[in-house]
């Protein structure tokens, strides 16, 4: 059984870095056949792509993000992650990490940009 | 960006009504098209992929149809369980993008 699991603080600084960890079991991070995303939802509002990055490393972002934000792997611990730089409150969301089919997600980890 | 446009944006309907939402793309993706329900505090659940085929375990009254530009989303009895917001999204390009969501409430 896959399953993901977001991790992370749930408070961030206005122009700070939120950093988050997305622990993958149940299935190899670089396999070699998904990619890996994170997805973000503000409260009442659709879901926004953010990116992914590909098991050997390769990443790719959405173009309304992508000067702020960094996805990696940490193959070793099977996990990969998400840093989004310079933030604001526009950046208060749910963010889910999902494996590349879309068929397994986290539960999601609320994140509030306030100081 | 590819943009999703779903109808309507909420409906209401009986316990064992046949539902169905549709989903527009802004241009050609061919079958490349998931279904989502979404419930209350709850990650998204994939029910529809490759714009038809059903998720497993997913149950058979839930089905999609279409290609290219023009999507359906059908319920064909809907059930209490079912209240939820449903999203289509596209994955013939990036960046992915997703509707603006389908919220079913019963009558």
């Known amino acids: 059984q896959v399953q993901l699991q977001e991790s992370g603080p749930g408070l961030v600084k206005p122009s700070q870095t939120l950093s988050l960890t997305c622990a993958v079991s149940g299935d190899s991070i670089n396999s070699g056949y998904y990619y890996w995303n994170w997805i973000r939802q503000p409260a009442g509002e659709t879901l926004e792509w953010i990116g992914r990055v590909s098991p050997t490393g390769i990443t790719n972002y959405n173009p309304s993000l992508q000067s702020r934000v960094t996805i990696s792997l940490d193959t070793s611990k099977n996990h990969f992650s998400l840093k989004l730089r310079s933030v604001t409150a526009a950046d208060t969301a749910v963010y889910y990490c999902?494996?590349?089919?879309?068929?397994?997600w986290g539960q999601g980890t609320l994140v509030t940009v306030s100081s | 960006d590819i943009q999703m446009t779903q109808s309507p944006s909420s409906l209401s309907a009986s316990v064992g009504d046949r539902v169905t939402i549709t989903c527009q793309a802004s241009?050609?993706?061919?079958?490349?098209l998931n279904w989502f329900q979404q419930k209350p505090g709850k990650a998204p659940k994939l029910l529809i992929y490759d714009a038809s085929n059903l998720e497993t375990g997913v149950p058979s009254r839930f089905s999609g149809s279409g290609s290219g530009t023009h999507f359906t989303f059908t319920i064909s009895s809907l059930q209490p369980e079912d209240i939820a917001t449903f999203y289509c999204?596209?994955?013939?390009?990036?960046?992915?993008?997703f509707g603006q969501g389908t919220k079913v409430e019963i009558k």
């Open positions: 241009q050609d993706i061919s079958n490349y």
């Open positions: 999902a494996r590349g089919d879309l068929a397994y």
């Open positions: 999204q596209q994955y013939d390009n990036l960046p992915r993008t």
